[in-house]
């Protein structure tokens, strides 16, 4: 806003007050020089009545000057009112929102985000009695495949879901992954090396599956009775949308944990997981997420590893050399 149109509103808004301003000193010095130039020539009682009607317009303009202050300092103590109660109002509401969001963690059962989570140590806890891991594929295969067996071998019980090497959706996930994704020829390689990865994952996976039911075959077998029980181990691998990598960790007669990351343009690894707990029995995320994981189970029942392993028997049984 410009001088000119700030004095103009100014001007507007007070314009009643200016006038009456403007006439009472236009006739206070109308009159006083009247009285200064012929107040000899009337009779004194003329002289007073000139006297008294100055002063009267006098105080007239300091009372007009003090209306105006007056009015200013009532607007200004009306915008500070304002402002103190739109601002009592905006802290109650603002208090009422970190209230609310401190309330829905603990109904939705948010725990703690973590940096870089330890998987390991959430599946090789002796505390577990089940724990159920969906990604799309293990970065690092013997890593991982040696926690599961230390989970197995402490008698958890562990299912893991991983994506089919022919899942349509590795086209997207290694799109995601390429470091380059303005060259065309960056986003094929990627796409191809994602599906390769896949491919050995999945290879790899079963061919531990079938380590694990070897030891599981060799422990029931032996006459040791201290040894404990091998926990159950089920793999398969979905078709459908990738959603989140996810953890689910059961210890008693309930679900109580559930790990989740992300699937952004790095590995899930590097990205932050978040630990969702069943703080609220009765309002959980943590229900969502393992019906969740139920449900992907059982759509990808297809595609369990132990079909894999009755197929090769099936072969090995046809086979005219055996």
Not at 172 to 197: H, L, M, Q, T, W
Request: hydrophobic share 35%; proline share 3%.
């Amino acid at each position: 806003m410009s001088l000119y149109e700030y004095l103009f509103a100014k001007i507007v808004k007070y314009r009643m007050t200016l006038v009456l301003i403007a006439t009472s000193l236009f006739v206070y010095i109308l009159l006083f020089t009247a009285f200064q130039y012929y107040v000899s020539s009337w009779s004194p009682y003329a002289g007073t009545i000139l006297t008294k009607l100055t002063d009267a317009l006098f105080i007239s303009v300091i009372i007009a000057i003090f209306v105006t202050v007056g009015e200013r300092l009532y607007e200004k103590t009306n915008i500070a009112y304002y402002l103190r109660r739109e601002l009592s109002g905006f802290e109650r509401k603002f208090s009422d929102r970190i209230e609310n969001l401190i309330l829905s963690r603990f109904s939705l059962g948010l725990q703690q985000v973590i940096e870089k989570i330890d998987d390991g140590e959430i599946i090789c806890d002796s505390s577990n009695k089940s724990v159920m891991w969906m990604n799309t594929k293990f970065n690092e295969l013997e890593v991982s495949q040696e926690h599961i067996r230390t989970a197995l071998l402490k008698g958890t019980n562990v299912r893991v879901l991983l994506m089919h090497k022919d899942n349509p959706c590795s086209e997207f996930r290694g799109k995601d992954s390429c470091r380059n994704p303005d060259d065309p020829e960056s986003i094929k390689n990627a796409v191809e090396d994602y599906r390769r990865s896949l491919k050995t994952s999945q290879i790899s996976m079963i061919n531990f599956y079938k380590d694990m039911q070897k030891l599981r075959n060799a422990i029931d077998q032996s006459k040791d009775k201290n040894k404990k029980p091998l926990g159950s181990f089920e793999l398969r691998f979905y078709m459908d949308l990738p959603s989140v990598p996810m953890i689910v960790v059961e210890r008693g007669e309930r679900h109580e944990s559930v790990y989740t990351g992300f699937y952004l343009n790095r590995f899930s690894s590097a990205m932050p997981y978040i630990e969702w707990g069943s703080s609220n029995p009765e309002n959980s995320f943590v229900d969502n997420l393992y019906d969740y994981f139920e449900r992907k189970w059982k759509y990808s029942e297809m595609h369990d590893a132990g079909n894999f392993l009755d197929a090769d028997s099936k072969k090995t049984a046809s086979d005219p050399r055996n």
